[in-house]
């Protein structure tokens, strides 16, 4: 196998874990979103977690459309 190739597998794995987490994370947002209108949290409160899931999907996304990996890990979550 050439450099190349073993850039591109690296790349590649990289991208997927990346792209793991992310899809964690909105599953984990939706979660505590949902859990915290059940229990009568602020609105302020849950529209904090509408804007992080958007954001989170946002980046899902840009990796997804050919982005780095830079999207996942270049943000503070």
Sequence with gaps: MNVTGSHDID???LLGRGIDDLLLQLRGLVLVRDLL???GATRAEVD???DELERVRNQLIGMIGGGTSDHAYGEAA
């Design 11 to 13: 790349r590649s794995i």
């Design 37 to 39: 209108a059940e229990r």
């Design 48 to 50: 904090a977690h509408t």
